[in-house]
């Protein structure tokens, strides 16, 4: 009422609430106010600013969430470009667009195309937020994934222990990241055929995460499938 509806301050208060919205699972009723945000930021900012950036972002995020991978493909790539162009290619923010294009890419089966996305955000963070960064521990346990993808399951495993060392001592055991980094960690294992390990890790994941996030957010439903996974292997 006071700013108006096109007003930055207008487009943040919508891009918050969708990220509320979002972290309920409720991502059908956060995506219109993510829309609205990135409309707003696109004509009062202009295309190339980063605060656009972070709609384009968040938008793409909403959508990877509903499983619109293709719609959500766009949005990540016109988001790095920005991040590439503003911040340079060695900017962690510019780093976390690398790999949220590899994260859709993976869920697009594009394991292959995801892994130097990856690979190039994982040396960034390191590099420039230290070993013992948590995005430095994301970046190893989304790279993780990628190789569980690829059948490499031997060095998932690896990359798998190490983000949850580096989390362990950053930010501990009462965090979703730890549910989500156990649930890659129980992948790999699987993988490697060493079952009761799997499911006893998976078990862990899936206990943490329940405490943690709504029963239909994306982190716990990946869980419950891998734990389906073990639970039919065994």
């Known amino acids: 009422r006071l700013l108006g509806d096109d007003h930055p301050e207008t487009a943040a208060g919508y891009n918050n ?4 919205l979002n972290a309920q699972g409720k991502y059908e009723a956060a995506s219109p ?7 707003i930021k696109e004509r009062v900012l202009g295309e190339d ?3 656009t950036a972070v709609s384009y972002n ?12 293709e719609t959500a493909e766009p949005l990540y790539q016109k988001s790095l470009e920005i991040r590439e162009r503003v911040l340079g290619t060695d900017h962690p923010d510019t780093a976390a667009s ?6 859709n890419l993976d869920s697009q089966g594009e394991y292959l195309k995801a892994a130097p996305l990856y690979e190039r955000s994982l040396e960034i963070f390191e590099r420039v937020l230290g070993a013992e960064h948590p995005h430095t521990a994301i970046g190893y346990n989304n790279l993780a994934g990628n190789l569980n993808g690829l059948k490499e399951f031997k060095m998932a495993f690896e990359y798998a222990n190490k983000s949850i060392r580096i989390l362990q001592k950053s930010l501990g055991q009462d965090h979703l990241l730890y549910g989500r980094f156990l649930s890659r960690r129980a992948e790999a294992e699987c993988g490697l055929e060493r079952r009761e390990q799997a499911e006893e890790t998976i078990s862990k994941a899936v206990t943490c995460l329940r405490e943690l996030v709504a029963e239909n957010h994306r982190w716990l439903r990946d869980a419950l499938e891998i734990e389906r996974t073990v639970m039919g292997n065994n």
């Open 17 to 20: 609430l969708a990220l509320n």
């Open 98 to 103: 690398y790999n949220n294009l590899a994260l």
């Open 33 to 39: 106010l993510f829309q609205k945000s990135l409309e």
């Open 58 to 69: 968040n938008l793409a995020l909403n959508l990877n969430s509903q499983g619109e991978y």
């Open 49 to 51: 600013h980063l605060e």
